[in-house]
């Protein structure tokens, strides 16, 4: 009797055990299932015809980066001639000044006596000149009379020449005190913008002191650096696709420019080459902006993408591509890089010619996720669109009402 109740027992906790387990595991594949409903249900990703890119064969401009400043090719630093108290400064930043204007006065009371001041000593070493002239005559008469020697002749002359080199000195140094007034006249040697004002009315400078830069910016010049090995392949006359980073609201700006010259040293620190590139006369272009592109040396006709379309999060580079409204990860391998219609693009391997690309602004998808084009914008109304094409929103013969119905239907009640 006590056996059948162990048994009983036992039985009883199997029982129980196996009905843990099978709860366990209908838990767990539910859980799985739930899993695999989300991950099909998941959020399809919608793209735009500008997030998309066809593999095909483009002719890119390939060659060396450059980057570099923007100098104007005409600048002048305005320097006090003489020390003084600066006066009469009134041009700021970004006032336009001509050739021959005068920017600043130096306080002139100082030189201005000076000035007077070798102008006196000029009057008087003139006089001493025709005293000693009228002395040198009368004893010319006296000697010929025989009242004198010859010796006192010869005395007399010399003072007469003592007396005009004193003369001419005086003159130089009239010459020098006029040079000190002039040259407390500040004026603009070219015509530009005032880049800087480096003093202030009232203040004292020294010689040599800066008081205004300008600048001509009608002609303006990128200054960029080159290793050696690299400045072998550029010549002057070669054409360079330049870019100026804009903010998020504007597209990158591009140039044209050329190698105008080239240092003919190189730069002991750096060990880098000069190289100077014209650039084209473009309004907003300021001094100092910064520039980066790629100097033309050759160019070559590819299979290419962007370059930041090819991924390389994983071991292999890859392109995220569009096939069968899902994300595919495709391996590519990459060549040469070079410029198209201002981009920076790279010839890829391994890609079919007119595989749409998922460009690099998208992000990082995961393989297997639907996607979905969003549908082009309708065009602008004044004529019929062509056949396929989105209809054109307030188009010639559609009732505003009928279009407004359409665009913003009424909600169901």
């Given at each position: 009797m006590?056996?059948?109740?162990?048994?009983?027992?036992a039985?009883?906790?199997l029982a129980?055990?196996a009905?843990g387990?099978?709860?366990a595991?209908?838990?767990?594949k539910?859980?799985?299932?739930a899993?695999?409903?989300?991950?099909q249900?998941?959020?399809?990703?919608?793209l735009?015809?500008?997030?998309?890119?066809?593999?095909?064969?483009?002719?890119?401009?390939v060659?060396?980066p450059i980057?570099?400043?923007?100098?104007?090719?005409?600048s002048a630093?305005?320097?006090?001639?003489?020390a003084?108290?600066?006066q009469a400064l009134?041009?700021r930043e970004?006032?336009?000044?001509?050739?021959?204007?005068?920017v600043?006065?130096?306080?002139?009371?100082?030189?201005r006596a000076r000035?007077?001041?070798?102008?006196?000593?000029?009057d008087?070493?003139?006089a001493?000149v025709?005293?000693?002239?009228?002395?040198?005559?009368?004893?010319q008469?006296?000697v010929?009379?025989g009242?004198?020697?010859?010796?006192?002749?010869?005395?007399?002359q010399?003072?007469?020449?003592?007396?005009?080199?004193?003369y001419q000195?005086a003159?130089?140094a009239?010459?020098?005190?006029?040079k000190?007034v002039?040259?407390?006249?500040l004026?603009?040697?070219?015509?530009g913008l005032?880049?800087q004002r480096?003093?202030?009315p009232?203040?004292?400078?020294?010689?040599?002191a800066?008081?205004?830069?300008?600048?001509?910016?009608?002609q303006l010049?990128?200054?960029a650096?080159?290793?050696?090995?690299?400045?072998?392949?550029v010549r002057?006359?070669?054409?360079?696709?330049?870019?100026l980073?804009?903010?998020?609201a504007?597209?990158p700006r591009?140039?044209a420019?050329?190698?105008?010259?080239?240092n003919?040293t190189?730069?002991a620190?750096s060990r880098?080459v000069?190289?100077?590139?014209?650039?084209?006369?473009t309004?907003?272009?300021?001094?100092?902006?910064f520039?980066q592109?790629?100097?033309?040396?050759?160019?070559?006709?590819?299979?290419?993408?962007?370059?930041t379309a090819?991924?390389t999060d994983?071991?292999?580079?890859?392109?995220?591509?569009?096939?069968?409204?899902?994300i595919?990860?495709?391996?590519?391998?990459?060549?040469?890089?070079?410029?198209?219609?201002?981009?920076?693009?790279v010839?890829?391997?391994?890609?079919?010619?007119?595989?749409?690309?998922?460009?690099?602004?998208v992000?990082a998808l995961?393989?297997?996720t639907?996607?979905?084009l969003?549908?082009?914008?309708?065009?602008?109304?004044?004529?019929?669109p062509?056949?396929?094409?989105?209809?054109?929103?307030g188009?010639?013969?559609a009732?505003?009402s009928?279009v407004?119905a359409?665009?913003?239907?009424?909600?169901?009640?």
């Open positions: 006590k056996r059948w109740w162990k048994w009983a027992i039985a009883l906790v129980l055990l009905a387990v099978f709860r595991l209908s838990g767990r539910a859980q799985q299932a899993l695999a409903a989300n991950t249900a998941q959020t399809v990703v919608e735009t015809p500008a997030d998309l890119v066809a593999a095909v064969e483009q002719a890119l401009q060659g060396v980057s570099g400043t923007v100098r104007a090719v005409n630093v305005v320097k006090a001639r003489v003084g108290e600066v009134v041009v970004g006032d336009a000044v001509k050739a021959g204007q005068v600043a006065r130096i306080e002139p009371t100082e030189f000035q007077r001041q070798a102008q006196d000593q000029a008087a070493a003139k001493q025709a005293i000693a002239q009228r002395q040198l005559d009368n004893n008469a006296l010929k009379q009242f004198i020697s010859a010796t006192a002749l010869d005395t007399s010399a003072n007469l020449n003592g007396a005009q080199a004193t000195a003159l130089a009239v010459d020098i005190a006029n000190a002039q040259d407390s006249v004026v603009a040697p070219m015509a005032v880049a480096l003093v202030q009232g203040e004292r400078v020294g010689v040599d800066r008081v205004i830069e300008i600048v001509d910016l009608r010049e990128l200054e650096t080159l290793s050696a090995s690299d400045a072998l392949d002057v006359g070669q054409s360079a696709v330049l870019r980073d804009a903010d998020s504007r597209a591009t140039l420019a050329k190698v105008a010259r080239i003919p190189v730069q620190g880098s000069v190289m100077y590139l014209a650039l084209p006369t309004e907003g272009l300021r001094q100092g902006t520039l592109g790629v100097l033309g040396t050759g160019a070559v006709t590819a299979l290419a993408v962007p370059l090819v991924r994983k071991p292999a580079p890859y392109v995220q591509a569009v096939n069968n409204s899902q595919v990860h495709l391996p590519v391998g990459t060549g040469q890089s070079g410029e198209h219609a201002g981009e920076r693009w010839a890829v391997t391994g890609l079919p010619t007119g595989t749409q690309v998922v460009r690099g602004s992000g995961r393989e297997g639907p996607v979905k969003a549908p082009t914008l309708p065009t602008a109304c004044g004529s019929l062509p056949e396929g094409a989105a209809p054109c929103l188009r010639p013969g009732a505003a009928s407004d359409a665009s913003n239907p009424a909600p169901a009640r």
